[in-house]
């Protein structure tokens, strides 16, 4: 198995890069505009069928964009202006530090995207660096390419016929840096995609923060086409979806295998078309099944020696089934009903026999059947026909994403490289021997960052690594400039126990409701004991800080209400009487039991020891 | 280093390492020192020649062209597409990089399915000039043609032009068409047709709809009417303005309503005015002159700079876009003077673009007046140019034609929009 990586990283410019939005602004207003992208036929070819599908029957795409941090460039109203540069000038840094032959001239490049995901209809990229090295465990891991490219627009919403996009990401300066496939283990494919990533985060020339790192994940086994797979976020998802994906490949190199056992080929599916069985369904609709799916229309392929095939798996979700069923939803369909799944509908079996009879289906056959619009139908079993047609071979070429549980589903085939056309807006920019010379930044080691930061805000080294890998860095050290006496331990508690598990299990962080969280612990009214468990509640129950401390009733104590619980506390044991050997600890234990969280315990320690003290004396 | 061909395959050595790729074509504008190769992946890059070891080249294979489809029949009424060049009617050939025209029938189709249904289209491509190229002699080949389309049966005409001056040029052919038999809509595109959010699919649809289906004969420009992809807005051709340098909806009508609107999704016309009728037989006025002059006034003009443009021998008409409500500085007056003494025609519009002029409000206008400036009411500048340059082309009294509305460039009242 050969695992590559492409590391996708924003430049820390502060402005986009064809235009001089800043997409850190606030927006004081937004508008809506509607567009329609279009391909012509001779382009289609190269777009994938279902994407070319939406296009061709005029998917609506509407964009949101604020007046602060999108222009007329995102709204691809204005041609884009010179590229920024600042981030030309980190793409040069990043291709000396991975040793790569910088190109001599940049030739930006329309990679085509009919998704809406750019208003343009293309996504604007650049080769800077090419054949880099990066050592690695001894090792010398070849970087292909180091690319300069803009980011997408973020999808809002998908709904019937149409696709809402936002347009703040669109624009901003991304670094792409794609490693050579190399025969490694899920946990060593882990490892560098860290090592990398720490790397790049230290040269202090990219963002920080919430998806300003995106890696896709290029997997293939022996005999099998690569498969890219988009969406790994976290570099725990990296091992189990490296694992999964050998796993799944190596599935659909059995498949193949059987295929070819049952006597399948190329030939089998050279005339294979898909068939209307409406008449079938027409003639049994008293039956409560083909009454609830059947409409207007019924579409059937027969899938040559697939029979059984489509449920086989080796790990949970790894079927060709959803394959299948992935490509039909792309189409609008809900799903697919499969040959091997058909008896969970309870269609009976006349309806199984006049289908069987109708497709042909001999012995090892399974088939294919979709409800639903007779043109989407037509062309969504023509596409799954392709994607059958291409099980003989075992795992093939294409785009995944991956899931939360580590899985992965099918997205769409990859796209060739004849996608690729010159962005005829820009100018070549020509990069100096003087340019290549000059802008250097050096390899830091991630031991030496983590104890220089360590000990700059006195935390230990833990927590310091933990921090400089999370997404949390920038919340650390404005938190640390902004609260003077917020101590940095309590800070990094607050992301360490708090923050970070809670973003593992998936889940967005506001900042703006922990910031006043802070502000009341700098005026005293909180207790540093009760920050963390506050800010626990807040994120377990969603809710805002004044109902946090409202609903866990933390309220500040006074010093006088405090005296007066030690004061009653005192009498207590005394009446019970305690030995005076275990005086301190019974008042202290039962007086923090009422006020933990109210006070800070150094206070309430305090005001114990005197009170006895007082006690004594008299 | 031998000359190796361009779009040969080729095989090179930079340092120790090996690459493949095919060199392309360089613009006017790249030195002669790099070559720029497409690689395997897609990507161009451009590397120094000196810098690089060419291991293999293979010369090109020849590709054969696209024959040229002429027709395109279908149900509906005949409307002919006439290509005069421009964004809208060019296409990048991306093996090659350069701009081609791309008007077949075939490719107008490919580019706008919807109009399989809608008409019977015929393309003739009459030149290829980029807008800011056109000359007088373009108007008047693209008159002939028009008129000629009329007379051969054609119920509509379609005019892809190059943005910068098609207003300049929908003016042109509004004079010189008296009583068109159908519409004549002009339509560019401000995203060029080689990329999917382009806007010549959407304006080129709206375009052919009107033509096809408004029988409202008169002259048009056809553009985005807002940043959105579905509402085309229909201008009348003496009426409209590129207002702005890249947007969709650069164009507008000004001191009017757009004519009409066009949904694009539901291939439906909505009027905002009144529909047009065809008035009398249809005539052509096809000739222009370049004896007339169009001049912007503004603080600190030079009196060389008057001197040589009031200048009879030069021009028989100038066209001043005067400030406000169409004033000059007195500075100018005896320039102005002289050359009305002289016989020569001076009007006057606005730089303010919208409103009229008012020559009776202040002294200066009164003196302008009284020297024998014409005001031209609320023509606007680019189009009272183009009608001096007809009038005087076709031997018309300057006087006479040029404050006469003949085409709807003069408005008698002005609504508030």
Not at chain 1, 102 to 114: A, G, N, Q, T
Not at chain 1, 115 to 123: A, E, K, M, P, V
Not at chain 2, 75 to 98: F, H
Not at chain 2, 195 to 214: E, H, M, V, W, Y
């Amino acid at each position: 198995m050969k695992v590559g990586f492409e590391i996708h990283i924003q430049v820390n410019s502060g402005r986009k890069l064809f235009c001089n939005c800043n997409p850190k602004n606030d927006d004081s207003s937004q508008l809506e505009f509607r567009r329609r992208l279009r391909v012509s036929t001779s382009e289609l070819g190269e777009i994938d069928p279902a994407a070319a599908f939406e296009i061709k029957k005029g998917l609506n795409i509407v964009y949101v964009s604020g007046d602060k941090t999108s222009c007329l460039v995102e709204a691809d109203e204005e041609p884009p202006h010179e590229p920024d540069p600042y981030s030309v000038e980190a793409a040069i840094k990043v291709s000396n530090m991975l040793n790569s032959f910088i190109v001599d001239e940049i030739h930006f490049m329309r990679k085509i995207v009919v998704d809406g995901s750019n208003t343009s209809g293309f996504q604007r990229t650049a080769i800077i660096g090419l054949n880099g090295s990066y050592a690695f465990r001894g090792k010398n891991v070849r970087i292909q390419t180091i690319c300069l490219e803009e980011d997408a627009a973020r999808l809002l919403e998908k709904g019937e016929g149409y696709v809402k996009y936002e347009l703040k990401r669109l624009g901003i300066p991304l670094l792409e840096i794609t490693t050579e496939p190399l025969e490694i283990s899920p946990e060593e494919a882990k490892a560098l995609a860290e090592s990398l990533g720490r790397t790049l985060k230290l040269t202090g020339l990219f963002a920080r923060g919430l998806g300003t790192i995106r890696q896709d994940v290029n997997v293939s086994v022996e005999g099998g086409g690569i498969v890219e797979v988009k969406g790994v976020q976290k570099l725990e998802q990296i091992q189990k979806v490296i694992e999964f994906e050998e796993k799944r490949q190596n599935m659909l190199l059995e498949v193949a295998a059987k295929l070819k056992e049952r006597g399948i080929s190329e030939e089998s599916f050279a005339d294979l078309k898909p068939i209307e069985v409406s008449d079938v369904f027409k003639n049994h609709s008293n039956i409560p099944n083909v009454k609830r799916f059947f409409k207007d229309y019924a579409f059937a392929l027969k899938a040559p020696g697939l029979k059984g095939l489509f449920s086989y798996e080796t790990v949970p979700d790894s079927r060709l089934g959803l394959d299948l069923a992935d490509i039909c939803r792309l189409f609008g369909f809900k799903g697919i009903i499969h040959s091997d799944e058909i008896s969970k509908y309870d269609f009976g079996q006349d309806i199984l026999r006049e289908l069987e009879n109708k497709l042909g289906i001999s012995e090892n056959d399974g088939f294919v059947l979709v409800f639903g619009d007779k043109e989407k139908a037509v062309l969504c079993l023509q596409m799954v026909k392709e994607r059958l047609r291409m099980a003989l071979k075992g795992p093939v070429a294409e785009t995944r994403y991956a899931t939360e549980k580590g899985t992965t589903r099918y997205l769409r085939p990859r796209p060739g490289a004849s996608r690729m056309y010159p962005e005829t807006d820009i100018p070549t920019i020509r990069i100096t021997q003087e340019m290549k010379d000059k802008y250097m930044v050096e390899i830091k080691s991630w031991e030496k960052a983590v104890e220089e930061f360590s000990s700059k805000h006195s935390i230990n080294k833990e927590m310091a690594e933990q921090i400089l890998d999370s997404e949390f860095t920038d919340f650390f050290e404005n938190a640390v400039e902004n609260y003077k006496n917020v101590p940095p331990t309590l800070l990094a508690s607050l992301i360490v126990q708090v923050f970070i598990p809670y973003q593992n299990s998936g889940k967005v962080i506001e900042y703006d409701e922990f910031l006043k969280l802070l502000d009341e612990f700098s005026k005293g009214n909180i207790a540093k004991e009760a920050v963390i468990d506050v800010a626990r509640y807040m994120l377990e129950k969603g809710v805002n800080l004044e109902s946090a401390l409202k609903e866990m009733n933390i309220e500040k104590l006074s010093l006088e209400e405090l005296r007066k619980i030690i004061k009653e506390k005192i009498d207590e044991a005394l009446q019970e009487n305690v030995e005076p050997s275990k005086l301190y600890g019974t008042v202290m234990g039962r007086v923090m039991s009422l006020v933990r969280g109210k006070i800070e315990g150094k206070i309430v320690n305090e005001e114990v020891k005197k009170a006895l003290e007082n006690i004594n004396k008299a | 280093m031998e000359k190796i061909q361009e779009f040969s395959r080729i095989k090179f050595r930079i340092k120790d390492v090996v690459y493949e790729g095919i060199v392309m074509p360089r613009t006017l504008y790249e030195d002669e020192d790099h070559f720029t190769v497409k690689l395997k992946n897609g990507y161009n890059i451009g590397v120094e020649k000196s810098k690089i070891e060419i291991l293999e080249a293979e010369p090109p294979k020849i590709l054969s062209e696209q024959p040229y489809e002429k027709g395109f029949e279908s149900a509906g009424p005949k409307i002919l597409i006439l290509g005069t060049g421009g964004t809208i009617s060019s296409k990048v050939d991306y093996r090659t990089g350069a701009v081609k025209p791309a008007f077949t029938a075939s490719q107008i189709v490919d580019m706008v399915p919807e109009l399989k249904n809608l008409a019977s289209i015929s393309v003739k491509t009459i030149m290829n000039e980029l807008s800011e190229n056109m000359q007088p002699l373009n108007w008047t080949l693209m008159a002939r043609e028009v008129y000629d389309a009329f007379k051969d049966g054609y119920e509509g005409v379609v005019i892809a032009h190059g943005t910068d001056t098609m207003h300049y040029s929908a003016s042109a052919i509004s004079f010189a068409i008296e009583n068109p038999s159908g519409p004549v809509v002009f339509v560019g595109s401000q995203r060029s047709s080689d990329r999917p959010s382009s806007d010549a699919a959407t304006n080129l649809l709206g375009a052919a709809i009107f033509a096809a289906k408004s029988h409202s004969p008169g002259v048009y420009v056809a553009m985005h009417a807002s940043m959105d992809d579905d509402l085309i807005a229909i201008h009348k051709g003496v009426k409209v303005r590129k207002n702005h340098t890249s947007r969709r909806d650069a164009f507008k009508s000004i001191n009017a309503k757009p004519f009409a609107y066009v949904d694009v999704k539901n291939l439906q016309i909505k009027f905002s005015e009144k529909k047009t009728e065809v008035e009398g037989p249809m005539n052509i006025y096809e000739k222009f002159s370049e004896r007339a002059a169009l001049l912007k006034f503004y603080p600190g003009i030079s009196e060389k700079l008057l001197s040589s443009v009031f200048n009879k021998e030069l021009f028989d008409a100038i066209t001043i876009e005067g400030t406000g409500l169409g004033h000059v500085s007195r500075k100018a007056f005896p320039y102005i003077k002289d050359y009305i003494n002289k016989g020569g025609f001076v009007g006057m519009t606005s730089q303010c673009i919208w409103g009229s002029v008012r020559l009776t409000v202040y002294e200066t206008g009164r003196d302008l007046l009284s020297m024998g400036v014409i005001p031209l009411e609320d023509m606007l500048s680019e189009v009272a140019l183009v009608k001096s340059m007809w009038v005087i082309g076709n031997g018309l009294d300057l006087k006479v034609t040029m404050p006469k509305n003949l085409r709807g460039e003069i408005s008698e009242r002005r609504e508030a929009l």
